[in-house]
Every structure is written in structure tokens, then in C-alpha cells.
């Protein structure tokens, strides 16, 4: 191999690597704060829980996923219309009631933890985290499953910010 294609290789690894250590170093990072949410989830401790919660993001997923609904629901376009005005509305409502600690225990238990399962630590959390191209971090079943819970790092806390699972799954046990 000549020098110049040796040199250009080695910087081609090189990047690699340490593109790959930023996220590893990333979905590390939001571990820990993963692991925080998950206990106050457990624990049903509403002062954790909404601080590392984005409510405001959640309810703009929340809106979102009401007008593509109603867009794309039956009926006439006054109906539609209707649903459109009035998503951001059950929005703040939706938001206001489904995000809760323990309405979120239904999601922690399709990831396998129940209140009597020992919550894992950081490092075998970020195992189940993938770093995203945008900088965001977002929790996976499977290695290499769908993206289900969507963290954002904000003022240096990594915080739940994006739920893309099924919304049915949001409910409370009772």
C-alpha cells in the first residue's frame, strides 16, 4: 500500500473512532440520567420525574400526533377541521394527565422493568441507548431495535423528550 493511501486510511480510522467514542461517551452520559428517570418512575417520586421530563416537548409530540390523526381520520373536512383546532387543547390536557410517573411504569415495564426488578446501572443502560444524528439519544428494546423513549440533553440534564411508541401504551394501571 503506498504512503498516501496508508495515511488517508489511518485518518479515515482514526475519525472513526472517535466519532464512535462521542457517542458511546454520549449515550453514557445520558445513562445516567436514564437510570434517574427510571427510579423515579419506580418509585412514583413526581419532583425527579419532571426534572428529567422536557413537558413541553411532550406535549408538542402529543399535538403533533392529534392533527395527523385528525387529518388523516374519516369524515368531512369540517370535522377534520374541527379536530385541528381543538388539538392543542387535549394537547395540554393529554399532557397534563398521561405525563405522570406512573403512567409512564407501563413503559418501563415493556422494557422489562417492574417495580420489583433491580433498575441496571449506566453502563448497562447505555447499552440499550442509541446516539442519533441530530445529538439526541433514544432508548431501544432490542440492539438495534425501533426508538421508543427520546432523550435531549438540556442545561447539562439528559431529558425524556420524545415518546415514539404507541400512544395506547400511556395509561394508568389501575
Not at 387529518?71 to 398521561?98: E, N
Not at 409512564?104 to 433498575?119: D, N
Request: charged share 25%; proline share 5%.
Amino acid at each position: 500500500m503506498r504512503p498516501a493511501a496508508l495515511l488517508r486510511l489511518t485518518l479515515v480510522l482514526a475519525a472513526a473512532f472517535s466519532l464512535s467514542a462521542c457517542a458511546t461517551a454520549q449515550r453514557l452520559s445520558a445513562a445516567n440520567d436514564v437510570h434517574a428517570l427510571l427510579v423515579s418512575i419506580r418509585d412514583n417520586d413526581s419532583a425527579a420525574f419532571e426534572a428529567h421530563v422536557d413537558r413541553k416537548a411532550l406535549k408538542r409530540e402529543i399535538e403533533a400526533r392529534l392533527v395527523d390523526r385528525t387529518r388523516t381520520a374519516q369524515g368531512g373536512d369540517g370535522w377534520k377541521a374541527l379536530g385541528v383546532i381543538l388539538a392543542p387543547a387535549l394537547a395540554d390536557i393529554a399532557g397534563d394527565s398521561l405525563v405522570q410517573p406512573k403512567v409512564f411504569r407501563s413503559v418501563a415495564e415493556y422494557y422489562g422493568y417492574k417495580p420489583s426488578t433491580p433498575i441496571p446501572g449506566a453502563v448497562a443502560i447505555a447499552g440499550s441507548l442509541k446516539a442519533m444524528p441530530d445529538g439526541r439519544v433514544c432508548a431501544t428494546r432490542k440492539r438495534d431495535g425501533p426508538c421508543m423513549l427520546v432523550f435531549t440533553q438540556t442545561d447539562g440534564t439528559w431529558k425524556l423528550s420524545g415518546f415514539e411508541g404507541d400512544i395506547s401504551m400511556l395509561r394508568v394501571k389501575l
